[in-house]
T-cell receptor
Framework: EDKVVQSPLSLVVHEGDTVTLNCSYE??????LLWYKQEKKAPTFLFML????IEKKSGRLSSILDKKELFSILNITATQTGDSAIYLC????????????FGTGTRLKVLA | NAGVTQTPKFRILKIGQSMTLQCTQD?????MYWYRQDPGMGLKLIYY???????DKGEVPNGYNVSRSTTEDFPLRLELAAPSQTSVYFC?????????FGQGTRLTVV
């Protein structure tokens, strides 16, 4: 059965801290892994990773994929209160479709 | 630049009532999805569609129905609402790249 597991489930840090969020997966016919940030409403897209070892960066956020270990991490440096959100990892497609399987998310709270 | 539009934004239903959640996208995407998100949880796939006239069940399809008569529209129907269907519902669409999400519908069944 395809699955995506994220850890930790929740995290509380102080502004300026660096955090690492984890995503492991087991899916058939892997094509890509996506990271989303969800604040109050709809998830917003952060990164798409398809190749092992190539880091994607956007400001203080970065992510990398290890296809051998079936694992990805999302790093946030110098955290700010605005980084408080649920971070979702999704893997797809599965079974030859463009269907994405989502993890349960990591709830990050950044304290001032 | 509408993207994915969902209506309504929120709704309260009584047990046994029915309703349709509307979803429209203007990006000409073939793939569309309905997810539900329970408090503190990730997204669970209810139904998806790979094109007009083609739909399939996801992880949690029981109690729901969908149709896809056009590329743009993918409504989700709840026939006999139950308290277990209290959730936030997201519609999404994509082609080859990342999925684009609607703003969600918060549904409460009482």
């Amino acid at each position: 059965e395809d699955k995506v597991v994220q850890s930790p489930l929740s995290l509380v840090v102080h502004e300026g801290d660096t955090v690492t969020l984890n995503c492991s997966y087991e899916v058939t016919n892997f094509r890509s892994l996506l990271w989303y940030k969800q604040e109050k409403k709809a998830p917003t897209f952060l990164f798409m990773l398809t190749s092992s070892g190539i880091e994607k960066k956007s400001g203080r956020l970065s992510s990398i994929l290890d296809k051998k270990e079936l694992f990805s991490i999302l790093n946030i440096t110098a955290t700010q209160t605005g980084d408080s959100a649920i971070y979702l990892c999704a893997v797809g497609p599965t079974s030859g479709t463009y269907k994405y399987i989502f993890g349960t998310g990591t709830r990050l709270k950044v304290l001032a | 630049n509408a993207g994915v539009t969902q209506t309504p934004k929120f709704r309260i239903l009584k047990i046994g009532q029915s309703m349709t959640l509307q979803c429209t996208q203007d990006m000409n995407h073939n793939y569309m999805y309905w997810y539900r998100q329970d408090p503190g949880m990730g997204l669970k796939l209810i139904y998806y569609s790979v094109g007009a006239g083609i739909t399939d069940k996801g992880e949690v399809p029981n109690g729901y129905n969908v149709s896809r008569s056009t590329t743009e529209d993918f409504p989700l129907r709840l026939e006999l609402a139950a308290p277990s269907q209290t959730s936030v519902y997201f519609c999404a669409s994509n082609e080859v790249t990342e999925a684009f999400f609607g703003q969600g519908t918060r549904l409460t069944v009482v």
